[in-house]
């Protein structure tokens, strides 16, 4: 077993649609939750970041985080062709010299149809 | 952007020869990484530095070695290139949870 899964899509989906995106972990030492986009020849872009189990909103973008059902999520409303690209999870234990290195999920690549 | 340089963006090698990739950071953030990606696989941890000299493999290191001496740079040598090692090479680096990345090194190696 992987120890992030990520359903790789592709995912398309109308403008102005409620997106939801998943990852499942199996590391129970995992505290920091990120979310990156991806645009196409580009590098990864930090768009959320969670400490820990709960919920984080900015904008349009809400990240969720369930310790204890090793699930996390990020939904974005009302999308918009600008945020078609390939979203990755990725996540890290954080204690420890080696801790912070981040464990990536292989990417949903979403396409926002106008 | 953070402050991230990766140099060079695009490298055509040849097979067998050596070749280093740098990262130059202006964030002063402890932890410097070098990930790989490549379709089908994502990113993948090549190496990563936790401090000046202090540095760790990761899970595809096999070929590669890293240095930093100082907190800036982080340099990833490919000691012999070989046509596997074609990919796109992501420097990141943090201070804690949140990682910021650079624009990618795109290297061919023929």
């Known amino acids: 077993q992987k120890e992030v899964e990520q359903d790789p899509g592709p995912l398309s989906v109308p403008e102005g649609a409620i997106v939801s995106l998943n990852c499942t972990y199996s590391?129970?030492?995992?505290?920091?939750f990120m979310w990156y986009r991806q645009y196409s020849r580009k590098g990864p872009e930090l768009l959320m970041y969670?400490?820990?189990?709960g919920n984080k909103e900015d904008g349009r973008f809400t990240a969720q985080v369930d310790k204890s059902s090793k699930y996390i999520s990020l939904f974005i409303r009302d999308s918009q062709p600008s945020d078609s690209a390939t979203y990755l999870c990725a996540m890290s234990a954080g204690s420890g010299a080696g801790s912070y290195q981040l464990t990536f999920g292989k990417g949903t690549k979403l396409s926002v149809i106008p | 952007d953070a402050g991230i340089t990766q140099s060079p963006r695009h490298k055509v090698t040849e097979t067998g020869t050596p070749v280093t990739l740098r990262c130059h950071q202006t964030?002063?953030?402890?932890?410097m990484y070098w990930y790989r990606q490549d379709p089908g696989h994502g990113l993948r941890l090549i190496h990563y530095?936790?401090?000046?000299?202090?540095?760790d493999k990761g899970e595809v290191s096999d070929g590669y070695s890293v240095s930093r001496s100082k907190t800036e740079d982080f340099l990833l040598t490919l000691e012999s290139a070989t046509s596997s090692q074609t990919s796109v090479y992501f420097c990141?680096?943090?201070?804690?949870?949140?990682?910021?990345f650079g624009q990618g090194t795109r290297l061919t190696v023929v």
């Open positions: 969670t400490y820990s189990s």
């Open positions: 590391n129970s030492a995992f505290q920091y």
């Open positions: 990141a680096i943090s201070d804690m949870g949140e990682a910021f």
């Open positions: 964030e002063n953030h402890r932890y």
């Open positions: 530095s936790y401090g000046v000299k202090d540095t």
